[in-house]
């Protein structure tokens, strides 16, 4: 459910911040700008001509080796988890992040130079209200290959439990949790970022961490440290002598917290599902997170959000005169009554049509169906959709008297309420990818006084009235 309960938020003024970039070494400008309502976060990469902008969205993320990589025609943003995090987790909802470089400063490898900045330049509430996703059913995703599994499960507010296990004697098991987005300050956002030896090692040999410090990254080592390593180690760097700590990690570094990387997993968490878009009202449980997992989770609720808003009722004015009246309709689909069930077409363009039909206690169905009980039968509201959807399909031809809409099948279907005599039903289609051939898949759902009763998938053809004699 979506719902709109608080004003939107951004940052009262521009205000900027200097580092190295974790695997490139070279310096970077990071700048918060202030953005108008609706923007949602967005990427600006000042150091091209003309300047890029990527918005933070979960269809244009690429990879997840090293962070949650973004790119948009073959510009890309780096390592965007630890910004989007200190967004989510300081309550904005707008901002223009430029960086004049593809990744931005790994800092300290948390969030909390990024807090800082952002509230050293103050918080403005604006005009419009900030749309959050509501979780209502539990919606999970697993990955089998990996382990990891990531769960969302209604709440009052937003939420977020990390569970980590490595399988490795150094690190454990560890959890963290965020009961409030407003702890994140204090709780979440000083937590770096970890690597294991192992890990570390390679990245040393492909030529990356170029920025990387012992103040950047806690280091588990998983593994004997032999001399070729500590060599290897010193000189990268700058060190004349690294040593390891009884806890288990490279010196120079002291924990913040004893459960720090589960902490880190949850800021990760949090940065990686800002690609939703929306602000969520609900708990996350992420059993062994990582930055692959949480994007197929975060893409995966974006087409929940996406389809939640599709079920919204089409804001139409019944007052004013429909696109098409029956007269026009039956210009176009070879039904006649009793078996016309669309009755005005309000909205229609090359991928939807909205539609209206008033359903009264004459229809003919309601004598049979049942006596004492009138319901529409459910086939029937079926039947209407797939009228309405004929109109979105004929209006592709210059002469549609001279062609049928055949459905070839139909998935999916749920009735939600019946529907009763007096009530009056609003359709929307919609295709789900556009006609060829003269085939389409279109989505449908059928809206009762306000409230979704049906919705289903359709495949339809078009034919030559011709076509169907054979």
């Known amino acids: ?58 269809s244009l993320v690429t990879n997840t080796e090293r962070g949650t990589n973004l790119e948009r025609d073959g510009i890309k943003i780096q390592t965007s988890e630890h910004v989007l995090a200190a967004l989510v987790g300081m309550g904005v909802d707008n901002c223009i992040i430029e960086i004049n470089a593809p990744e931005p400063p790994i800092m300290d490898g948390s969030s909390k130079f990024f807090v800082e900045a952002l509230e050293q330049a103050g918080f403005i509430e604006q005009d419009e209200m900030r749309e959050e996703f509501v979780v209502q059913d539990v919606i999970s995703y697993k990955d089998e290959e990996s382990g990891s599994e990531m769960m969302l499960i209604p709440a009052d507010h937003y939420q977020v439990t990390t569970m980590v296990d490595f399988g490795t004697k150094i690190l454990g098991t560890q959890n963290a949790t965020l009961d409030r987005v407003e702890d994140f300050k204090s709780e979440i956002a000083a937590s770096r970022t970890f690597s294991f030896l192992h890990e570390l090692e390679m990245l040393l040999e492909h030529g990356l961490i170029k920025g990387g410090d012992l103040n950047n990254a806690i280091v588990y080592v998983d593994k004997p440290l032999s001399e070729e390593t500590m060599d290897r180690l010193k000189k990268a760097f700058n060190k004349d002598k690294i040593t390891v700590k009884p806890n288990g990690i490279l010196d120079n570094l002291t924990l913040h917290y004893p459960n720090e990387a589960a902490r880190h997993k949850l800021l990760d968490v949090l940065g990686d599902l800002a690609l939703i878009g929306t602000p969520i009202r609900g708990k996350v449980i992420a059993t062994k997170p990582g930055h692959k997992v949480n994007t197929t989770f975060a893409k995966k609720i974006a087409q929940h959000i996406k389809t939640e808003r599709r079920k919204k009722v089409p804001k139409i004015d019944v007052s004013q005169p429909p696109m098409l009246d029956v007269v026009k309709i039956q210009e176009m689909l070879p039904h006649r009554p009793p078996f016309l069930l669309v009755d005005k077409i309000y909205e229609l363009s090359e991928n939807h049509v909205i539609a209206l039909k008033n359903v009264t206690m004459n229809e003919p169905f309601f004598t049979g169906h049942f006596p004492g009980a009138p319901v529409m039968p459910g086939v029937l509201q079926i039947e209407a959709m797939a009228q309405a959807g004929g109109v979105l399909l004929l209006n592709t031809v210059p ?59 359709f495949m339809a053809q078009i034919v030559k009235r011709k076509d169907t004699n054979g």
Do not use: W
């Open 1 to 58: 459910m979506i719902q709109k309960l608080t004003p939107q938020k951004t940052i009262a003024k521009p205000i900027s911040l200097d580092g190295v970039g974790l695997h490139t070494g070279a310096q970077v400008h990071l700048t918060f700008q202030p953005a108008p309502e609706n923007t949602g976060f967005i990427f600006r990469r000042t150091d091209l001509s003309p300047v890029v902008e990527i918005p933070a969205d979960a």
């Open 399 to 457: 002469d549609p008297e001279n062609y049928l809409t055949l459905f070839m099948k139909i998935d999916n279907v749920k009735f939600k309420r019946p529907v009763h005599p007096g009530d009056t039903l609003i359709f929307r289609l919609e295709l789900m990818m556009p006609i060829r051939r003269g085939i389409c898949q279109m989505r449908g759902y059928t809206f009762a006084n306000g409230q979704l009763s049906t919705e289903g998938e």
